[in-house]
C-alpha cells in the first residue's frame, strides 16, 4: 500500500534544502514522491493566494508562507517561516481578475475587511508590461485572423460571459453580509471551456458542468453531528422551483451527467427520479434524441448547453438582486 504525502513533510523539505533569498522554479520545488503535483509553492506564498471566501476576511488558509512570488522572474524567492516581509498581498479571483486583498508590514499582516474596499491589482513593472504588451497583440491577432469553424469559438466566449455573471452574483451575496453561492471554480473551469469535439471530451464536460451547479453551490455545515444531511444547500429555491427555465436546466444537468456517473444527483430538493432520461435531454437541447457522433454534433450541444447556462446564471442575478 503506497503511503500518501502529507503537506507537512512537503513544508519540512522546503526549509530544508531551500536558501534563504534564492529564487526558485516551481519544477524545482515539487516533492519527488508528489507525482499529481499536488502540493503547490504558490499555496504557501506570503504575497499571492487563490482564496476567495470573505467570510475568511480574506486570511491565508493553515499552509505554513515560505516564499515570495517574483511576478517578474515568475519564480518562488525562500523566505523561510515568519519571514518580516513587506508588501501587498494579491487575489486571483474566479475571473483571473487580480486585486490588492491586503499588506504586509516587517512581518505584520493586514487583511481587508470588507469585498467593496478590494483595489485592483495594477502591475507597475516596465517589463511585465512589455510582456503583457505582447500577449495580448498576440491575441487580438488570431482574433483577426479569418475562422475556419465558427462553432469553435463559441464554447470560451460564452463560458467568459458566465463566469462574469457569477462574479456578480458571488459579489452580491457577499455585499448583503451572505455566503457566495458558488465556491471557488478556478481549479475546474477550463475543463467546461474546452471544445467537446468526441464523446470523452464532452463526458468531461458534462461531469464538470455537474460539479459547478451541484456540488459548487452546497457547502459542509461547520457544527455536523453525523446525523441527518451534512450539507448547506446555497441555490435560491426560486431557482429550482419546478415547471421554472432554471429548474429545467438545473435537471438536464443532473441527467446527462446520470448518464456517465450512472448514479443519481444528489441536491435537497426531490429529484432521486430523475425528470428526464437522457434522451429526453438531448431532444430538448438538439431536437434529436440520439446522441451525437460526430465532432460537429458533439460542439453544437455543449453550445447549448452553455447557452442554457449563461440564461440560467441571469436568472440567478435577478433572484439574488431581488432577495437583497
Same mark, same amino acid.
Given at each position: 500500500?503506497?503511503?500518501?504525502?502529507?503537506?507537512?513533510?512537503?513544508e519540512k523539505?522546503?526549509?530544508?534544502?531551500?536558501?534563504?533569498?534564492?529564487?526558485?522554479?516551481?519544477?524545482?520545488?515539487?516533492?519527488?514522491?508528489?507525482?499529481?503535483?499536488?502540493?503547490?509553492?504558490?499555496?504557501?506564498?506570503?504575497?499571492?493566494?487563490?482564496?476567495?471566501?470573505?467570510?475568511?476576511?480574506?486570511?491565508?488558509?493553515?499552509?505554513?508562507?515560505?516564499?515570495?512570488?517574483?511576478?517578474?522572474?515568475?519564480?518562488?524567492?525562500?523566505?523561510?517561516?515568519?519571514?518580516?516581509?513587506?508588501?501587498?498581498?494579491?487575489?486571483?479571483?474566479?475571473?483571473?481578475?487580480?486585486?490588492?486583498?491586503?499588506?504586509?508590514?516587517?512581518?505584520?499582516? #493586514?487583511?481587508?475587511?470588507?469585498?467593496?474596499? =478590494?483595489?485592483?491589482? &495594477? !502591475?507597475?513593472?516596465? @517589463?511585465?508590461k512589455e /510582456?503583457?504588451?505582447?500577449?495580448?497583440?498576440?491575441?487580438?491577432?488570431?482574433?483577426?485572423?479569418?475562422?475556419?469553424?465558427?462553432?469553435?469559438?463559441?464554447?470560451?466566449?460564452?463560458?467568459?460571459?458566465?463566469?462574469?455573471?457569477?462574479?456578480?452574483?458571488?459579489?452580491?451575496?457577499?455585499?448583503?453580509?451572505?455566503?457566495?453561492?458558488?465556491?471557488?471554480?478556478?481549479?475546474?473551469?477550463?475543463?467546461?471551456?474546452?471544445?467537446?469535439?468526441? #464523446?470523452?471530451?464532452?463526458?468531461?464536460?458534462? =461531469?464538470?458542468?455537474? &460539479? !459547478?451547479?451541484?456540488? @459548487?453551490?452546497?457547502? /459542509?455545515?461547520?457544527?455536523?453531528?453525523?446525523k441527518g444531511?451534512?450539507?448547506?444547500?446555497?441555490?435560491?429555491?426560486?431557482?429550482?422551483?419546478?415547471?421554472?427555465?432554471?429548474?429545467?436546466?438545473?435537471?438536464?444537468?443532473?441527467?446527462?451527467?446520470?448518464?456517465?456517473?450512472?448514479?443519481?444527483?444528489?441536491?435537497?430538493?426531490?429529484?432521486?427520479?430523475?425528470?428526464?432520461?437522457?434522451?429526453?435531454?438531448?431532444?430538448?437541447?438538439?431536437?434529436?434524441?440520439?446522441?451525437?457522433?460526430?465532432?460537429?454534433?458533439?460542439?453544437?450541444?455543449?453550445?447549448?448547453?452553455?447557452?442554457?447556462?449563461?440564461?440560467?446564471?441571469?436568472?440567478?442575478?435577478?433572484?439574488?438582486?431581488?432577495?437583497?
Amino acid at each position: 500500500m503506497v503511503r500518501m504525502l502529507r503537506r507537512g513533510e512537503v513544508e519540512k523539505r522546503w526549509m530544508k534544502h531551500c536558501r534563504e533569498g534564492k529564487a526558485y522554479e516551481a519544477k524545482e520545488l515539487f516533492h519527488p514522491k508528489d507525482k499529481n503535483k499536488s502540493f503547490q509553492p504558490s499555496d504557501h506564498c506570503y504575497n499571492k493566494t487563490n482564496i476567495s471566501d470573505i467570510k475568511k476576511n480574506f486570511q491565508f488558509h493553515g499552509h505554513e508562507l515560505l516564499f515570495l512570488y517574483d511576478l517578474d522572474q515568475k519564480k518562488y524567492i525562500y523566505k523561510g517561516p515568519k519571514a518580516s516581509v513587506s508588501g501587498d498581498v494579491i487575489w486571483t479571483n474566479i475571473i483571473r481578475d487580480k486585486y490588492i486583498i491586503g499588506e504586509w508590514k516587517n512581518g505584520e499582516y #493586514k487583511s481587508i475587511k470588507r469585498y467593496d474596499d =478590494l483595489k485592483p491589482f &495594477i !502591475i507597475n513593472n516596465k @517589463k511585465y508590461k512589455e /510582456k503583457a504588451k505582447v500577449l495580448t497583440d498576440e491575441k487580438n491577432n488570431q482574433r483577426n485572423k479569418p475562422s475556419k469553424n465558427v462553432i469553435s469559438e463559441q464554447p470560451q466566449k460564452i463560458t467568459n460571459r458566465i463566469r462574469k455573471i457569477i462574479n456578480q452574483i458571488n459579489k452580491n451575496q457577499r455585499n448583503n453580509n451572505n455566503l457566495p453561492i458558488f465556491d471557488d471554480l478556478f481549479s475546474i473551469w477550463s475543463n467546461i471551456e474546452e471544445i467537446c469535439n468526441s #464523446k470523452n471530451d464532452f463526458m468531461n464536460f458534462a =461531469l464538470n458542468l455537474y &460539479i !459547478i451547479i451541484y456540488e @459548487k453551490t452546497r457547502g /459542509k455545515k461547520s457544527h455536523f453531528n453525523g446525523k441527518g444531511n451534512p450539507y448547506i444547500y446555497r441555490l435560491p429555491s426560486e431557482f429550482t422551483k419546478a415547471g421554472t427555465e432554471t429548474r429545467k436546466f438545473f435537471d438536464i444537468v443532473g441527467a446527462i451527467r446520470h448518464e456517465y456517473a450512472h448514479s443519481e444527483p444528489v441536491y435537497n430538493i426531490p429529484i432521486s427520479k430523475l425528470s428526464y432520461s437522457y434522451s429526453d435531454a438531448l431532444e430538448m437541447l438538439s431536437g434529436n434524441r440520439n446522441e451525437p457522433s460526430t465532432s460537429k454534433e458533439f460542439r453544437k450541444l455543449q453550445v447549448e448547453i452553455l447557452k442554457r447556462f449563461e440564461s440560467a446564471m441571469k436568472t440567478l442575478l435577478d433572484i439574488v438582486k431581488k432577495e437583497a
